[in-house]
């Protein structure tokens, strides 16, 4: 997701995009024990919007949005 369609999403959006963030760092985690060879590059930019989505959040909480 890109930040302007995080900063557009309501605090239950941003919660269900954390969820699904969440489900893919684990479906990645997965396949690299199972030795699948996941892209890499996606732990990375799932971890990076994770991170992103997890402040909006808490900026949404507080009310400076």
């Given at each position: 997701?890109?930040?302007?369609?995080?900063?557009?999403?309501?605090?239950?959006?941003?919660?269900?995009?954390?969820?699904?963030?969440?489900?893919?760092?684990?479906?990645?985690?997965?396949?690299?024990?199972?030795?699948?060879?996941?892209?890499?590059?996606?732990?990375?930019?799932?971890?990076?919007?994770?991170?992103?989505?997890?402040?909006?959040?808490?900026?949404?909480?507080?009310?400076a949005f």
């Open positions: 997701s890109s930040i302007q369609e995080l900063r557009d999403m309501s605090v239950s959006d941003l919660n269900n995009e954390l969820i699904n963030l969440r489900r893919e760092q684990f479906n990645l985690r997965m396949q690299q024990g199972a030795g699948d060879a996941p892209k890499t590059h996606r732990f990375t930019a799932v971890k990076r919007n994770h991170v992103t989505a997890s402040l909006f959040l808490v900026i949404m909480q507080i009310g």
